[in-house]
C-alpha cells in the first residue's frame, strides 16, 4: 500500500528557509560529500553527498513513485523544468500558473483540495510512496490525518528566524513513533512514523 511520507530539510531550530525564502543553509548537506548521486527529471543536477547520506538518497529514489507539493515550492523549484525527478508531481493551488500544464510535462495542478491531491498522487505511484515537499502542504496533510511518516533532514544549522516546517498544526500535542536515525555529513536523517489515533 502507497505511504503519504513528508520529506522536508530544516534547521536544528525548526526553519525550512530563512526569511528571505532562502534554503541554502538546509540543503548544504546535498553538497557535503564525494559520493555521486544524479538526480534526473527536467532539471537535472548531481549532489554529492557522504556515503550514509547517499544510501538514504538511494533509498528514497527507489521508494518514491510520486511527489505532492504546494504552489510556493512548485514556484520557487522552477516547475522543476517540467517533470519532478521523483516522478509525476501533482501541486496543490488555488490557481493554476499562466502557461500551464505544460505538453510532455509530468506536473499535474489540484485545485480541489489536499484530500484530493493525495488521492492523484497515490494513484499516480503505481503502489510506491508519496514524498511531500513544502511546509504548508505538509501541514495541511498533517491536519486531515494523511501523513504516515515524517522524514526529516536536520541540517547542522540554527537559522533563528524564517519559515517553521510545523507551524499550523491542528490536533497537537501529537505523538510519533520511533525514529529510524541516518548520521551524514552536515545532516542528521530522522524518518518518524506518525501514528494513528
Same mark, same amino acid.
Do not use: C, Q
Given at each position: 500500500m502507497s505511504k503519504v511520507i513528508a520529506l522536508m530539510s530544516m534547521s536544528l531550530d525548526g526553519f525550512v528557509a530563512d526569511p528571505e525564502d532562502g534554503v541554502?543553509?538546509?540543503?548544504?548537506?546535498?553538497?557535503?560529500?564525494?559520493?555521486?548521486?544524479?538526480?534526473?527529471? /527536467?532539471?537535472?543536477? =548531481?549532489? +554529492?553527498?557522504?556515503?550514509?547520506? !547517499? *544510501?538514504?538518497?538511494? %533509498?528514497?529514489?527507489?521508494?518514491? /513513485?510520486?511527489?505532492? =507539493?504546494? +504552489?510556493?515550492?512548485?514556484?520557487? !523549484? *522552477?516547475?522543476?523544468? %517540467?517533470?519532478?525527478?521523483?516522478?509525476?508531481?501533482f501541486v496543490v493551488t488555488h490557481k493554476i500558473p499562466e502557461g500551464w500544464p505544460r505538453p510532455d510535462s509530468t506536473v499535474h495542478?489540484?485545485?480541489?483540495?489536499?484530500?484530493?491531491?493525495?488521492t492523484r498522487a497515490k494513484a499516480a505511484a503505481g503502489g510506491k510512496s508519496v514524498g511531500v515537499h513544502g511546509a504548508d502542504t505538509i501541514q495541511q496533510c498533517l491536519n486531515a490525518g494523511l501523513l504516515d511518516e515524517i522524514h526529516v533532514d536536520l541540517a547542522a544549522v540554527l537559522l533563528g528566524s524564517g519559515i517553521r516546517l510545523f507551524d499550523r498544526l491542528a490536533g497537537t500535542p501529537m505523538v510519533l513513533g520511533n525514529p529510524k536515525v541516518i548520521q551524514g555529513i552536515?545532516?542528521?536523517?530522522?524518518?518518524?512514523?506518525?501514528?494513528?489515533k
Open positions: 541554502a543553509e538546509v540543503f548544504d548537506w546535498y553538497f557535503s560529500g564525494d559520493v555521486e548521486i544524479p538526480i534526473g527529471g /527536467g532539471d537535472p543536477m =548531481t549532489f +554529492r553527498v557522504s556515503p550514509p547520506s !547517499a *544510501g538514504h538518497l538511494r %533509498g528514497l529514489i527507489t521508494e518514491i /513513485g510520486a511527489m505532492l =507539493t504546494g +504552489r510556493r515550492t512548485f514556484d520557487k !523549484a *522552477g516547475g522543476w523544468g %517540467g517533470n519532478h525527478a521523483w516522478g509525476p508531481a495542478f489540484i485545485t480541489d483540495g489536499i484530500e484530493s491531491a493525495v552536515g545532516v542528521t536523517h530522522v524518518r518518524y512514523p506518525v501514528l494513528k
